[in-house]
Protein backbone atom coordinates (compact mmCIF):
# COMPACT_ATOMS: atom_id res chain seq x y z
CA UNK A 1 0.00 0.00 0.00
CA UNK A 2 3.00 2.58 0.40
CA UNK A 3 3.99 1.79 -3.12
CA UNK A 4 0.27 3.27 -4.05
CA UNK A 5 0.76 6.09 -1.80
CA UNK A 6 4.25 7.14 -3.53
CA UNK A 7 2.77 6.62 -7.23
CA UNK A 8 -0.73 7.78 -6.60
CA UNK A 9 -1.75 5.38 -8.91
CA UNK A 10 -5.11 4.19 -6.08
CA UNK A 11 -8.00 3.71 -9.06
CA UNK A 12 -10.40 1.96 -7.14
CA UNK A 13 -12.24 3.37 -4.08
CA UNK A 14 -10.53 0.99 -1.34
CA UNK A 15 -7.56 1.41 -2.63
CA UNK A 16 -8.08 5.32 -3.07
CA UNK A 17 -9.45 5.39 0.25
CA UNK A 18 -6.73 3.17 2.36
CA UNK A 19 -4.43 5.51 0.68
CA UNK A 20 -5.45 8.38 2.17
CA UNK A 21 -5.88 6.90 5.54
CA UNK A 22 -2.43 5.90 5.66
CA UNK A 23 -1.29 9.33 4.78
CA UNK A 24 1.77 10.99 6.98
CA UNK A 25 1.19 14.45 5.83
CA UNK A 26 -1.80 16.59 3.84
CA UNK A 27 -1.41 16.56 0.54
CA UNK A 28 0.09 19.44 -1.98
CA UNK A 29 -3.37 19.75 -3.29
CA UNK A 30 -4.50 20.55 0.05
CA UNK A 31 -1.69 22.79 0.86
CA UNK A 32 -2.07 24.47 -2.56
CA UNK A 33 -5.59 25.40 -2.07
CA UNK A 34 -4.86 26.48 1.85
CA UNK A 35 -2.34 29.25 0.42
CA UNK A 36 -5.12 30.29 -1.95
CA UNK A 37 -7.54 30.83 1.00
CA UNK A 38 -4.70 32.73 3.05
CA UNK A 39 -4.16 34.96 0.42
CA UNK A 40 -7.92 35.14 -0.11
CA UNK A 41 -8.52 35.71 3.63
CA UNK A 42 -6.52 38.48 3.46
CA UNK A 43 -8.44 40.33 0.57
CA UNK A 44 -11.77 40.14 2.36
CA UNK A 45 -9.86 41.36 5.68
CA UNK A 46 -8.82 44.15 3.91
CA UNK A 47 -12.06 44.82 2.23
CA UNK A 48 -14.04 44.73 5.32
CA UNK A 49 -11.62 47.05 6.94
CA UNK A 50 -11.58 49.49 4.03
CA UNK A 51 -15.74 49.05 4.82
CA UNK A 52 -15.38 50.14 8.41
CA UNK A 53 -12.63 52.46 7.21
CA UNK A 54 -14.92 54.02 4.91
CA UNK A 55 -18.02 54.26 7.80
CA UNK A 56 -15.67 56.18 10.35
CA UNK A 57 -14.82 59.08 7.49
CA UNK A 58 -19.09 59.02 7.20
CA UNK A 59 -21.21 60.87 9.29
CA UNK A 60 -24.12 59.08 7.59
CA UNK A 61 -23.68 55.66 7.41
CA UNK A 62 -25.46 54.46 4.56
CA UNK A 63 -25.96 58.02 3.33
CA UNK A 64 -29.44 59.46 4.19
CA UNK A 65 -31.96 58.54 1.40
CA UNK A 66 -30.20 55.11 1.23
CA UNK A 67 -32.52 52.33 2.90
CA UNK A 68 -30.42 50.44 5.57
CA UNK A 69 -29.82 47.16 4.78
CA UNK A 70 -31.93 43.83 5.56
CA UNK A 71 -31.24 41.89 9.01
CA UNK A 72 -33.38 39.01 8.95
CA UNK A 73 -32.75 37.21 5.49
CA UNK A 74 -29.37 37.93 5.46
CA UNK A 75 -28.79 35.66 8.58
CA UNK A 76 -31.03 33.09 7.37
CA UNK A 77 -29.19 32.98 3.97
CA UNK A 78 -25.73 32.83 5.86
CA UNK A 79 -27.38 30.37 8.24
CA UNK A 80 -28.14 28.44 4.87
CA UNK A 81 -24.83 28.60 3.67
CA UNK A 82 -23.12 27.35 6.64
CA UNK A 83 -25.04 24.51 7.34
CA UNK A 84 -24.32 23.54 3.36
CA UNK A 85 -20.96 22.59 5.36
CA UNK A 86 -22.28 19.76 6.91
CA UNK A 87 -22.82 17.35 3.72
CA UNK A 88 -19.38 18.55 2.59
CA UNK A 89 -17.55 17.22 5.82
CA UNK A 90 -19.95 14.37 5.77
CA UNK A 91 -19.37 13.48 2.18
CA UNK A 92 -15.49 13.48 2.89
CA UNK A 93 -16.02 11.08 5.77
CA UNK A 94 -17.76 8.81 2.82
CA UNK A 95 -14.83 9.51 0.63
CA UNK A 96 -12.28 7.95 3.08
CA UNK A 97 -14.29 5.41 4.13
CA UNK A 98 -14.81 4.03 0.25
CA UNK A 99 -18.40 4.84 -0.07
CA UNK A 100 -18.42 6.84 -3.36
CA UNK A 101 -22.08 6.71 -4.03
CA UNK A 102 -22.98 8.30 -0.57
CA UNK A 103 -20.44 11.21 -1.20
CA UNK A 104 -21.61 11.62 -4.57
CA UNK A 105 -24.98 12.31 -2.85
CA UNK A 106 -24.17 14.29 -0.61
CA UNK A 107 -21.73 16.54 -2.50
CA UNK A 108 -24.74 17.15 -4.68
CA UNK A 109 -26.78 18.25 -1.75
CA UNK A 110 -23.82 20.77 -0.92
CA UNK A 111 -24.57 21.72 -4.32
CA UNK A 112 -27.90 22.22 -4.55
CA UNK A 113 -28.18 24.35 -1.04
CA UNK A 114 -25.61 26.50 -2.37
CA UNK A 115 -26.89 27.04 -5.72
CA UNK A 116 -29.83 28.28 -4.41
CA UNK A 117 -28.02 30.35 -1.38
CA UNK A 118 -26.75 32.11 -4.70
CA UNK A 119 -29.37 32.15 -6.43
CA UNK A 120 -31.21 34.28 -3.76
CA UNK A 121 -28.14 36.53 -3.23
CA UNK A 122 -27.87 37.47 -6.48
CA UNK A 123 -31.76 38.34 -6.74
CA UNK A 124 -31.06 40.83 -3.82
CA UNK A 125 -28.03 41.98 -5.47
CA UNK A 126 -30.11 42.62 -8.42
CA UNK A 127 -32.69 44.80 -6.46
CA UNK A 128 -30.05 46.46 -4.43
CA UNK A 129 -28.72 47.62 -7.73
CA UNK A 130 -32.18 49.25 -8.63
CA UNK A 131 -32.33 51.38 -5.17
CA UNK A 132 -29.07 52.45 -5.49
CA UNK A 133 -26.12 53.09 -7.78
CA UNK A 134 -22.20 51.54 -6.88
CA UNK A 135 -20.77 54.93 -8.15
CA UNK A 136 -22.83 57.02 -6.18
CA UNK A 137 -21.31 57.48 -2.63
CA UNK A 138 -18.24 55.53 -1.15
CA UNK A 139 -20.78 53.17 0.54
CA UNK A 140 -22.65 52.09 -2.06
CA UNK A 141 -18.59 51.27 -3.83
CA UNK A 142 -17.79 48.89 -1.06
CA UNK A 143 -21.27 47.23 -0.54
CA UNK A 144 -21.15 46.17 -4.31
CA UNK A 145 -17.69 45.49 -4.36
CA UNK A 146 -17.71 43.37 -1.18
CA UNK A 147 -21.15 41.13 -1.79
CA UNK A 148 -19.84 40.85 -5.54
CA UNK A 149 -16.57 39.74 -4.15
CA UNK A 150 -18.22 37.27 -1.81
CA UNK A 151 -20.88 36.29 -4.55
CA UNK A 152 -18.01 35.11 -7.00
CA UNK A 153 -16.10 32.74 -4.68
CA UNK A 154 -19.63 31.15 -4.04
CA UNK A 155 -19.99 30.44 -7.90
CA UNK A 156 -16.31 29.38 -7.94
CA UNK A 157 -16.80 27.02 -5.15
CA UNK A 158 -20.34 25.88 -7.27
CA UNK A 159 -18.12 25.41 -10.51
CA UNK A 160 -15.54 23.55 -8.64
CA UNK A 161 -18.29 21.18 -7.32
CA UNK A 162 -19.94 20.42 -10.33
CA UNK A 163 -16.70 19.79 -11.85
CA UNK A 164 -16.11 17.26 -9.25
CA UNK A 165 -19.85 15.77 -9.38
CA UNK A 166 -19.05 14.88 -12.87
CA UNK A 167 -15.28 12.95 -12.21
CA UNK A 168 -17.33 11.09 -9.28
CA UNK A 169 -19.51 9.63 -11.22
CA UNK A 170 -16.17 7.52 -13.27
CA UNK A 171 -15.27 6.13 -9.73
CA UNK A 172 -13.67 7.13 -6.79
CA UNK A 173 -9.70 7.49 -7.31
CA UNK A 174 -7.07 9.04 -5.04
CA UNK A 175 -6.80 12.13 -7.19
CA UNK A 176 -10.43 12.84 -6.91
CA UNK A 177 -10.54 11.83 -3.32
CA UNK A 178 -7.75 14.68 -2.58
CA UNK A 179 -10.24 16.78 -4.88
CA UNK A 180 -12.89 16.16 -2.57
CA UNK A 181 -10.92 16.93 0.55
CA UNK A 182 -10.09 20.04 -1.30
CA UNK A 183 -13.34 21.00 -2.35
CA UNK A 184 -14.80 20.74 1.30
CA UNK A 185 -12.20 23.14 2.23
CA UNK A 186 -12.68 25.66 0.02
CA UNK A 187 -16.57 25.51 1.29
CA UNK A 188 -15.63 26.21 4.82
CA UNK A 189 -13.55 28.59 3.79
CA UNK A 190 -16.47 30.23 2.48
CA UNK A 191 -18.88 29.68 4.69
CA UNK A 192 -16.74 31.50 6.80
CA UNK A 193 -16.35 34.41 4.86
CA UNK A 194 -19.93 34.48 4.37
CA UNK A 195 -20.61 35.00 8.54
CA UNK A 196 -17.83 37.53 8.30
CA UNK A 197 -19.60 39.65 4.94
CA UNK A 198 -23.05 39.39 6.18
CA UNK A 199 -22.26 40.86 9.80
CA UNK A 200 -20.41 43.57 8.05
CA UNK A 201 -23.40 43.86 6.02
CA UNK A 202 -26.08 44.66 8.10
CA UNK A 203 -23.80 46.23 10.63
CA UNK A 204 -25.80 49.83 10.33
CA UNK A 205 -28.94 48.30 10.91
CA UNK A 206 -27.62 46.26 14.32
Do not use: C
Not at 22 to 51: C, D, H, K
Not at 117 to 134: A, N, T
Not at 145 to 160: E, F, N, Y
Amino acid sequence: MSEVMRSQEATTPAMAAAAQRQRRALPNGWWGVALFIGGETTFFGLMISSYFYLRFQNAHWPPVGVEKPKVALPLILTAILVASVVPLIAAVRAGLAGRVARAWVLLLVAFVVQGGYLGVQIHEFLSDLDKMSPHATAYSSIYFTMLGAHHLHVAAGLLLELWLLGKLLGGLTNYRLIALRVTALYGYFVAVVGIAVVFTEIYPSL
